[in-house]
């Protein structure tokens, strides 16, 4: 009986077959957003030295090299970002910065963003050298930072 229920759909005598209800739509799929990055520590040890720049390990730091790393004007960070694995075009880049006090205690942070040919957060990018130029400015607490401490908490690039 069943086997005569499934065969039913293909007949050949010449009738048409029995029509088939409509598929239902695929449902879209959504992936969950990246989670950020976590937050810098609110002390870092030992503290920086006065105009210090330290490089935070993290999970980008073996594909990226980083060259003339300055604290300037005693609020800004600037450098340049080498993307050492086989690339050819950056599509969502991250650079954080944490400004520190003489004291190591945690002052701002703020990140230079960077894709797909777009720069984010009103930083800048130097184009025509090896690399990703960027600056990236402390938010608040300017006149007291004394060193700070750079991450990659996102690279994608294809």
Not at 114 to 132: F, N, P, S
């Amino acid at each position: 009986m069943a086997l005569a229920a499934l065969s039913a759909g293909c007949a050949t005598d010449g009738r048409e077959p029995a029509a088939r209800p409509a598929a239902s739509p695929v449902a879209a799929l959504s992936f969950p957003s990246p989670s950020q990055a976590p937050a810098p520590p609110a002390t870092v040890e030992p503290p920086l030295a006065p105009d210090e720049v330290r490089v935070e390990e993290g999970p980008f730091t073996d594909r990226v090299r980083f060259t003339g790393l300055a604290l300037t004007d005693r609020c800004s960070v600037r450098g340049r970002l080498i993307i050492t694995s086989d690339t050819s075009q950056v599509l969502a880049l991250e650079v954080r910065a944490a400004f520190y006090d003489a004291k190591g205690r945690l002052l701002s942070t703020a990140a230079f963003r960077a894709g797909g040919g777009h720069v984010h957060g009103g930083h800048e990018a130097a184009e025509g050298e090896e690399g990703i130029g960027f600056t990236v400015t402390a938010p608040k607490g300017r006149d007291k930072v004394s060193g700070v401490v750079v991450s990659v908490p996102v690279l994608v690039n294809e």
